[in-house]
């Protein structure tokens, strides 16, 4: 495997090098959401300029929207592995269209029947379950992590999932710890008592291969913000499911999929921008990919053909950045370990793992730390970043959670030096 070519990598990010008053930037707030490639900008502003139009008209802009909609349902599928484009649900971001779904879903269930959460996820897959669960008197089971190992407590998963479970939303790697969760595992014990699996990918689908027929889940959501594209949310759902739930919509809408679930006009630019980030992601697989960026008018969209030339590239390019992340994610734990005084949480090696690293220091708080980081121009976040539940478990929830450093894979040596440089004058003098 040839390595990522990191300035290569760089020059395709319009905001890479951009300076303030002189000082460059250092994107370490990845997980919050990544910079914009160049090949997403410039096909939003391409469909902004010349293709902006509602979808479903005969002429030329309305047909080119509809086949840009029905060449990005396909290439988020081959991002996700899903067979099929019919299969992805366009939305304003993950958390929206996770509210939308479990209300199709609730349709399913009877009061009695129970939901289970996880203590490391994210609120955008607690809170829709807990507020299904208030509204349909459902009962919510809570599956547990260990902190010393930032891994899922078995024991809290064998009694969490029993036989009238119908939901385990589950986390796919944490935006606080980075720990990646054995979600195939998970879903296979959610199928066993007849229930559905609710995958967060979010922070899992920027930087390792996703692959929705290898879990084998039901439901699995990502942002394309997280993977340098545009603020737009998709969810991969199981045909059957998502040909059997009943869509909230408005009665003229289609009824076909993907569009029962798409409600409202959806941002084409964004769609435009989240393909360009996909095409990106394709290019850094190495092989030319017979993708378009900016789709001609033709015969009516097809959703049902992925391309398997794009999936192969995507798979070529997450071992790159696999690769690069993991020396990377090392040095950063091994740099963070050797400042005295900072606490790590999350698993102890880049090994199991995204590369997002939370610490806490003795001397400074989280918001103290970001600060600090600010003023040399380096961007983090503190606090729980909405997973308050892994924050209040760690029993930080009084003293303001936790620093959280993500890297991405254009990310260098030079930023986490530089980070590590600066964490450890604060810690140490500040
Ligand atoms: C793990 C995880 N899930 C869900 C979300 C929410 O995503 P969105 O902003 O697309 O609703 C985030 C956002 O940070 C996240 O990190």
Redesign the pocket.
């Known amino acids: 495997m040839t390595p990522l070519d990191i300035a290569s990598v760089r020059s395709q990010f319009p905001s890479m090098d951009v300076r303030d008053d002189g000082v460059r930037r250092i994107y370490l707030d990845n ?3 990544t910079q914009v490639c160049g090949q997403a900008v410039d096909a939003m502003v391409s469909y902004l300029r010349h293709m902006n139009a509602n979808d479903g008209g005969y002429f030329m802009t309305s047909r080119r929207t509809d086949l840009l909609k029905a060449e990005v349902h396909n290439a988020v599928a081959d991002l996700v592995g899903a067979a099929s484009g019919d299969e992805i649900l366009f939305g ?7 509210f939308s779904l479990s209300r199709s879903l609730g349709r399913e269930l009877d009061p009695g029947d129970e939901i289970v959460v996880t203590r490391m ?5 607690v809170s829709p379950w807990l507020m299904l669960a208030d509204d349909l008197r459902l009962t919510v089971r809570w599956i547990d992590f260990d902190p010393e190992t930032s891994r899922y407590d078995e024991k809290s998963v064998e009694e969490a999932i029993t036989e009238r479970t119908r939901i385990v939303a589950v ?5 606080a710890l980075g720990t990646v969760n054995d979600v195939a595992d998970l879903t296979a014990r959610a199928h066993a008592v007849g229930a559905w699996s609710y995958v ?4 899992f689908t920027p930087h390792l291969l996703t692959d929705v027929q290898a879990i084998g889940c039901d439901f699995l ?3 394309a ?2 993977f340098f594209g545009p ?3 998709m969810v991969w759902g199981r045909r059957e499911l998502l040909e059997r739930l009943v869509p909230y919509k408005v009665r003229p809408a289609s009824d076909d999929l993907p569009w029962r679930f798409e409600t409202g006009t959806m941002s084409h630019e964004g769609m435009a921008g989240t393909l360009g980030a996909i095409e990106y992601l394709a290019g850094l697989g190495g092989e030319p990919v017979a993708g378009q960026n900016e789709p001609v008018a033709g015969p009516p969209p097809t959703h049902s053909v992925p391309n398997p030339d794009r999936r192969a590239a995507l798979v070529r390019a997450f071992e790159r950045i696999e690769a690069a992340e993991a020396l990377l994610c090392q040095r950063l734990i091994d740099g963070l370990k050797s400042i005295q005084g900072v606490r790590l949480y999350g698993p102890p090696s880049s090994r199991g793992r995204v590369p997002t690293v939370a610490c806490t220091s003795e001397r400074l708080s989280p918001a103290e730390l970001a600060r600090g980081l600010a003023e040399h121009n380096i961007f983090v976040w503190d606090g729980d ?3 308050m539940e892994v924050v209040k478990r760690l029993g930080l929830a009084g003293s303001g959670g936790m620093l959280r450093v993500g890297l991405a894979h254009y990310n260098t040596e030079a930023d986490v030096d530089t980070f590590l440089d600066v964490v450890e004058k604060l810690c140490t003098t500040g």
């Open positions: 997980p919050g959401g304003q971001n993950m958390t929206s269209l996770t996820d994210h609120d955008a897959n986390n796919y790697a944490s935006n967060d990918s979010v922070q959501a990502c942002s913000y997280k603020h737009q949310g970043y909405y997973a």
